[in-house]
């Protein structure tokens, strides 16, 4: 037997007193039930998800607390800290929305649970994301982004304010294992993409604001599948001082890169470990420590691979088979502390430093022999689809030994005064670069028995047909050692007020930002630069019948260089390279309202930016290469609009479309698209259950793209030679079974009631069989002097069992 309940959301957070007190026995009530809060001021409430609820907040000797109008999302936790006073009651209305509460900043909001829900080849955080109108990549085996045009580089991710990064080497995504960000231990996610406050860092795209949970008692999660293994546990001390929320994760890519066209002896092993503690020392202090170690072991045999491409009349097939192997290791340590001191009521005063390492290593030796030909046609033959009628052969040879240390240092203040609606924020921040790396890598081409050397005026030749006896060399290749310093000031200051104009409620935020920087290394000049950067937001509710918010907002964003941004195509280092600047001006509304009795949200921007000192880059997969020079301007414009809602009673859908363009000029010679030009975007997630068997769940993403550029060979102009890949379309769907959650459980004797959560799934990934490309591969037929573009397909359709509990 078993207990069906509605679906339900909570609320939960700390009652508080004037001088920021905890207080006890607190009534906390709505119209269907109550609780108290603990003698820690801690109270957790369950309410009926989707209906309107008002919460009261009333103790003995001091004034009613109000919360009304409140409409949470199925499972979703929404976090409260009313501060009871002696001599008021306080109301506080919270306009009618699918998340509770009105976004005024131009952040999106997203359930921790529907990240944890949706099925994805790399499922998790950037998985949601990819369903965004501004966010766009086609490659489900990478958890990397673009946004707006930008690249993977200009994207801020925070978790708990602590800045965090990722590896430098991976070049291909099936190398990259997993996002940094763990998806068990997230409580909230905060997105903006783009025109963002000036207390975000300084890059060009968006900011990804994670806060890790505090646990409020113990509970241990699984989730089991065929790509994988994590565990979560969250812990907290009877005096509940201190409290940790801890995570392992295993993921093996095996399953999905065994199901494109390259047949390989594939053996990667990545790990990580994370932890997220906290303990308060006293009511006005507690400290917070934030660490993860995690290990990519990429080990890969290619064995052979034929793809098919061309056209219904004149059908091509590329034959390849590999000798040798990769071997890459990415290992990293971090680790945070912060400080939170609440000097009082007004001020809280935070201190934050962090300790980022990392030692990456690319190993691999590479021959492929390759056969360029004809395919078969005949409907009835044996042999139909194979290859056919030999137009080349050829051969290539790739070596790579790379080495990278990295050690990144940050140390930061941060500070916020509040008065009544207003609200000054500030910042300081440090931080030590030590980059030591070693770059040594060839790649060597035969085609038909003939070595093909670089374009150069002094290898011109007239093989086949005459012999060219000069040394061999490499086609493509880098040589070189970077031992790098930067050193980093950064500083910020912002006013942030709400207020009435007239019958309208005003929000409005400015700031400014500063960066200066010092770049020195072994032959390498020292230089010193600085940027400014003013940033504002604007937000206006008039006071009409319907529920809108009219926002605007923008400024100047600088991304000064990173590592990476320093280093040309040869591996050499220019120190000289300034930051890249973008002027953000984005227009947006957001309009609630209700449908069939349920809330939804109209989200709508426009947005323009200009781009000056743009440092043009190529993009092979996941892998950039800057040019490392400022010739370049650009810009981006597009229009978005969202709808998310309750689509089906209980649960939360959404659908997303984007248009978006960008352009660049390179020394005056015209704009051409960027390698991000990805014109269109639809984006949807969808949730439903049968009715009759309401714990039957599923759950559907879909994504499709327009084609971005396909790149072109080595040394060819980007301006000559312009290709677009074939448009991304992909769906996901995740079908599971509820045994044990929040609206259904078992009585006390009965084996289930152990469990909080139990459930049972499948997951078909690329369930339409897509073939879409990531990159081309350049094969060159010597007696033609043609390049091929032959595209490398992703994963086909997969399928996944998943089981999940929690207890």
């Not at 207990?3 to 909570?10: D, H, P, R």
């Not at 930061?412 to 890598?441: C, P, S, V």
């Not at 102009?717 to 992909?730: A, C, H, S, T, V």
Request: aromatic fraction near 12%; hydrophobic fraction near 35%; avoid cysteine.
């Amino acid at each position: 037997m078993f207990y069906v309940q509605g679906q339900s959301a909570s609320i939960t957070g700390v009652v508080l007193d004037e001088e920021n007190n905890p207080i006890s026995k607190v009534n906390i009530t709505t119209p269907d039930g109550g609780t108290f809060s603990d003698e820690d001021g801690f109270y957790l409430l369950e309410i009926i998800a989707d209906q309107e609820a008002t919460i009261t907040f009333s103790h003995l000797g001091l004034k009613n607390v109000v919360l009304e109008n409140l409409i949470l999302n199925t499972n979703e936790i929404f976090e409260f800290n009313p501060i009871m006073k002696a001599d008021a009651i306080q109301v506080d209305g919270v306009t009618v929305t699918p998340t509770g509460e009105k976004d005024v900043e131009g952040i999106t909001t997203i359930s921790p649970k529907l990240v944890r829900r949706i099925p994805g080849a790399n499922a998790g955080v950037e998985n949601i994301l990819k369903l965004l109108p501004g966010v766009t990549s086609n490659n489900e085996l990478s958890t990397q982004y673009s946004v707006r045009g930008g690249n993977y580089d200009e994207n801020l991710v925070y978790i708990n304010e602590i800045e965090v990064y990722r590896p430098f080497l991976i070049r291909s995504a099936q190398q990259e294992g997993l996002s940094f960000v763990n998806s068990d231990l997230t409580q909230s996610l905060k997105f903006s993409p783009g025109g963002f406050q000036a207390k975000y860092g300084d890059k060009l795209s968006s900011v990804l604001d994670i806060t890790y949970k505090n646990p409020t008692s113990f509970e241990v999660q699984l989730d089991l599948s065929f790509l994988g293994a994590s565990a979560s546990v969250e812990t907290l001390s009877k005096n509940k001082k201190f409290g940790s929320i801890t995570g392992v994760r295993y993921r093996n890519n095996g399953l999905l890169v065994n199901s494109q066209q390259t047949n390989a002896n594939f053996n990667p092993v990545f790990i990580d470990l994370q932890s997220y503690s906290t303990y308060r020392f006293t009511n006005k202090f507690d400290l917070g420590f934030l660490g993860n170690i995690s290990i990519n072991d990429y080990q890969n045999e290619p064995l052979n691979r034929q793809t098919n491409f061309g056209t219904l009349n004149e059908p091509k097939s590329l034959t390849v088979f590999y000798e040798g192997n990769e071997n890459n290791k990415y290992s990293t340590a971090f680790g945070a502390l912060k400080g939170t001191y609440h000097l009082n009521d007004a001020i809280d005063l935070k201190l934050i430093s962090s300790i980022y390492h990392t030692t990456e290593e690319e190993y691999s030796d590479i021959i492929a022999a390759y056969e360029l030909g004809g395919v078969d046609t005949d409907l009835g033959g044996d042999s139909l689809g194979q290859p056919t009628a030999s137009r080349g052969v050829g051969s290539q040879f790739n070596r790579t030994r790379n080495d990278l240390d990295a050690l990144i240092f940050n140390l930061q203040h941060k500070g916020i005064y509040r008065k009544n609606d207003a609200k000054i924020e500030w910042g300081a921040k440090y931080t030590h670069e030590d980059i030591r790396d070693q770059l040594r890598e060839s790649e060597f081409i035969d085609s038909a028995g003939f070595s093909v050397r670089p374009p150069f005026p002094e290898f011109t030749n007239n093989e086949p047909d005459e012999p060219f006896t000069e040394e061999l060399v490499a086609y493509t290749g880098l040589n070189a050692i970077n031992f790098i310093k930067t050193n980093r000031f950064t500083a910020f200051a912002q006013f942030s007020e709400r207020d009435q104009w007239g019958e309208t409620d005003i929000y409005y935020n400015i700031g400014i930002r500063s960066h200066l920087w010092v770049i020195s290394g072994t032959d390498v000049p020292k230089v010193t630069q600085s940027v400014f950067s003013p940033r504002a937001q604007f937000a206006l509710k008039p006071n009409w019948k319907r529920d809108i918010v009219f926002r605007l907002s923008g400024g100047v964003y600088h991304q000064p260089p990173f590592y990476r941004e320093l280093r040309d195509s040869t591996g050499t280092v220019r120190s000289n390279v300034k930051a890249q600047k973008s002027i953000h001006a984005v227009f947006g509304t957001e309009y609630s309202f209700k449908l069939w009795e349920r809330p939804f949200n109209l989200t709508g921007e426009i947005y323009y930016k200009d781009l000056k000192n743009v440092n043009p880059y190529t993009l092979d997969d996941v892998r950039i290469r800057y040019s490392a020079n400022n010739n370049t301007i650009a810009y981006a414009y597009g229009a978005e609009l969202r709808m998310n809602g309750a689509f089906v009673p209980g649960t939360e859908s959404w659908i997303s479309i984007g248009y978006l363009k960008t352009e660049e000029n390179r020394d005056s010679r015209g704009y051409i698209a960027r390698p991000t030009d990805q014109r269109l975007k639809l984006g949807i997630l969808f949730q439903d259950y049968i009715p009759n068997i309401p714990n039957l769940k599923m759950y559907l993403n879909l994504v499709y793209n327009t084609g971005v550029p396909g790149g072109s060979p080595s040394y060819a102009d980007p301006y000559i030679f312009r290709n677009r890949l074939n448009d991304y379309k992909r769906a996901d769907l995740g079908i599971s079974y509820i045994f044990v959650g929040a609206d259904k459980k078992y009585p006390r004797k009965h084996w289930l009631n152990r469990f909080k959560e139990l459930s049972a799934g499948f997951e078909i990934f690329n369930m339409f069989n897509n073939q879409n490309s990531i990159t081309n591969t350049w094969v060159r037929d010597v007696d033609s002097k043609n390049e091929f573009a032959i595209p490398n397909f992703m994963t086909s359709r997969v399928l996944n069992l998943r089981l999940k509990m929690r207890f």
